[in-house]
C-alpha cells in the first residue's frame, strides 16, 4: 500500500551539493525523514521534518544539510551542501503516521557516494 522512492544519489566531489527526493504514496505521513547507512556502520538518522514544518538535525550535518517537505506532492527533500566524504552512504527516506512512535515506512535507499 504505502511506497517511499528515493532518487537524486549519485557521485559528487566533496564540496560539492547532491538533493534527494523522497516520493510518498499510499499515505499521508505526520513526519519524514532521512536516514543513512554507511559500509560497516550503524543506520543513522540524519534529518525529520513534521507535517508542520518542524526539523531536526543530526549534528554531523545540521548547517550543511536542509529538509524540506512539500505536502501536497507527499514529497520531501534532502539539500545537502557542502559534502564530505564522511556523508558517503545509502541514504533511505523514512515516515511515520500520527499514530506511530517509530519510523516504521522505509524505502530502498539512494546511493550518495562523495569523492575526493
Known amino acids: 500500500q504505502v511506497q517511499l522512492v528515493e532518487s537524486g544519489g549519485g557521485l559528487v566531489q566533496a564540496g560539492g551539493s547532491l538533493r534527494l527526493s523522497c516520493a510518498a504514496s499510499g499515505r499521508k505521513f505526520n513526519a519524514m525523514g532521512w536516514y543513512r547507512q554507511a559500509p560497516g556502520k550503524q543506520r543513522e538518522l540524519v534529518a525529520t521534518?513534521?507535517?508542520?514544518?518542524?526539523?531536526n538535525y543530526a549534528d554531523s550535518v545540521k548547517g550543511r544539510f536542509t529538509i524540506s517537505r512539500d505536502n501536497a506532492k507527499n514529497t520531501v527533500y534532502l539539500q545537502m551542501n557542502s559534502l564530505k566524504l564522511d556523508d558517503t552512504a545509502v541514504y533511505y527516506c523514512?515516515?511515520?503516521?500520527?499514530?506511530?512512535?517509530?519510523?516504521?515506512?522505509w524505502g530502498q535507499g539512494t546511493q550518495v557516494t562523495v569523492s575526493s
Open positions: 523514512a515516515a511515520k503516521t500520527l499514530w506511530s512512535a517509530q519510523y516504521d515506512y
Open positions: 521534518i513534521t507535517s508542520g514544518g518542524s526539523t
